[in-house]
């Protein structure tokens, strides 16, 4: 009776370490994409994600870039609900770059919150010369995190820039592109993800 019994909390504490597993963030602060819950297209509230009851605002796109720079924390308390609301192209992955590109771009009416969203996946390359990173096409968001705080230079006057120790995302909030020189650090690249100026996902090589 006491094995049985035993078992049964063992198997039920598994259960409860994998659902916090899940559900909690990554130690860096980030969310790593990950399945939504429910049927993203199916999600009413798919684009509100400082969760004030508007979906498709300036305000949720500024909440959607603070993620990036300040990890979950930037999205309250309720994370997990402005994460699912976060998968705006519905393909599944939430709180990415080419969701956040596509929020904009629906804010400023270059496209429409059709879901899904047919995505066409890119492959493009970046290079870093002389402490200037370039990128070889043109780009609709940039996001960096660096092996160490370091002063970082925006090169691109149409475009904004939002840093935080470490972490830098590159974006614009009236749907602007950028290719060629973008930014200026003296730091090692731990990690780089793009989306193009339509919100697609890219796989950028080093050239
Ligand atoms: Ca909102
Ligand atoms: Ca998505």
């Known amino acids: 009776m006491c094995k049985k019994l035993f078992t049964g909390i063992t198997i039920i504490g598994v259960l409860v370490l994998v659902i916090l597993m899940i559900s909690c963030e990554d130690n860096d602060g980030t969310l790593d994409p990950i399945d939504s819950i429910k049927s993203p297209c199916d999600n009413e509230n798919r684009g509100d994600i400082n969760l004030d009851g508007l979906p498709y605002t300036i ?7 603070n993620y990036f720079v300040y990890g979950l ?17 519905g393909d599944g992955k939430v709180l990415t770059l080419p969701d956040l590109v596509l ?10 919150p059709f879901c899904p969203k047919n995505l066409e996946l890119k492959r493009y390359e970046y290079w870093v010369e002389n402490t200037v990173l370039s990128v070889s096409d043109e780009l609709g968001a940039l996001y960096l995190e660096l092996d160490r705080v370091t002063d970082i230079h ?22 602007d592109a950028f290719s060629g020189q973008i930014l200026r650090f003296d730091a090692n690249i731990v990690k780089i993800e793009v989306a193009t100026a339509e919100g697609d996902p890219v796989i950028l090589h080093k050239y």
């Open 154 to 175: 925006l090169l691109n006057s149409d475009m904004e820039m939002k840093k935080d120790t470490n972490r830098v995302i590159v974006y614009s909030l009236v749907g």
């Open 103 to 112: 929020l904009i771009g629906i804010i400023v009416g270059d496209e429409t």
């Open 59 to 65: 305000a949720d796109a500024i909440f959607y870039v």
């Open 73 to 89: 924390e930037a999205l309250g308390p309720d994370f997990q609900t402005a994460a699912e609301n976060s998968d705006i192209n």
